[in-house]
Structure formats: structure tokens, C-alpha cells
């Protein structure tokens, strides 16, 4: 008898348990989406996303709304990379052959920023970025956030 009631006890207590967490479920607030239109296709988005097919000289690069760059690039043999933009020099933590890296703080209008690759023999190879940045609009009727994906070459 006392198995029975104990199993009746923690089985109101699961019940009770869960029609109270129901409705906190649907309080939590769910993040509004961003969404970005283009005209591209779905090849062509694929195509943009092969981060394979960027190279140190010619990297992937995509801006967000706070004015920062996450350039991505494969290299054929490990590397370490360092950049230099508005007098501070970044180096990456280690030799690899993937590289993704975001930089801050890039002004409206045109940005130069230096790129360095050295492999593990100590042979170096220097690229400038130039990344063209738009000017903010303000709009107090609507916050738009944009999204531009661009493949930029770079100058020895």
C-alpha cells in the first residue's frame, strides 16, 4: 500500500511539475529574426559559403550592422596570420590552413587594413584588404540591419 502511495505521490507531483512549466514556456520572448533579401540563387549563395575557394589573396569578407569585417580564406599549407589596422597589430594564435578572423572598429568609407601570412619555414608574404564600408543611415522608424557579402582582391 505504501508503494502505491508513493507512486501516486510523485506522479501528481511530475503532473504539477509540468502544468506549471507549460505556461513559462510560452512566456520566454522569442527573438525577432533578421532577414536579409537577396537577388542571388541558391548556387550562388552555396557558391559564396565554399570558404575553400578564398584565398589569402582574394579572402571571403562579411559585414554585419556594427561596422565589423569576418574575413575567412583557406591557405594551401599552415600559416599564421597577423593584420594591422588603425595602429594595432592582431596575430592569430597558431599555424593552420583554415583562417577566420573579425575586425572592429572600421570607419565609414574606405578602410585599408594589412594582412601578413608567414609559414613555418619564416616566409612572409604581405597583402593590403580594402574594405569599403557604407555610411550609416538613421532612421527613427525602423532598424535595419544589413548584410554584404563581397569578395575583395588584394595589392602586394
Not at 45 to 55: C, H, I, N, P, R
Not at 93 to 121: A, C, W
Request: aromatic share 10%.
Amino acid at each position: 500500500m505504501r508503494k502505491k502511495a508513493n507512486l501516486f505521490v510523485a506522479t501528481v507531483m511530475v503532473f504539477a511539475v509540468l502544468c506549471w512549466m507549460a505556461p513559462l514556456a510560452k512566456a520566454v520572448p522569442v527573438p525577432e529574426a533578421e532577414i536579409t533579401y537577396t537577388t542571388k540563387t541558391s548556387d550562388e549563395l552555396s557558391d559564396m559559403f565554399l570558404v575553400s575557394d578564398y584565398t589569402f589573396e582574394s579572402p571571403y569578407v562579411v559585414m554585419n550592422a556594427k561596422n565589423q569585417a569576418t574575413v575567412m580564406f583557406d591557405t594551401s599549407s599552415a600559416t599564421k596570420i597577423t593584420y594591422s589596422f588603425q595602429n594595432k597589430t592582431i596575430s592569430g594564435p597558431s599555424f593552420t590552413k583554415s583562417h577566420q578572423f573579425t575586425i572592429s572598429g572600421l570607419k565609414s568609407g574606405t578602410n585599408h587594413i594589412s594582412l601578413k601570412k608567414v609559414d613555418k619555414n619564416g616566409q612572409s608574404l604581405t597583402e593590403t584588404l580594402t574594405i569599403d564600408v557604407p555610411e550609416k543611415k538613421t532612421s527613427k522608424k525602423k532598424h535595419w540591419s544589413y548584410l554584404s557579402f563581397k569578395k575583395f582582391s588584394g595589392h602586394s
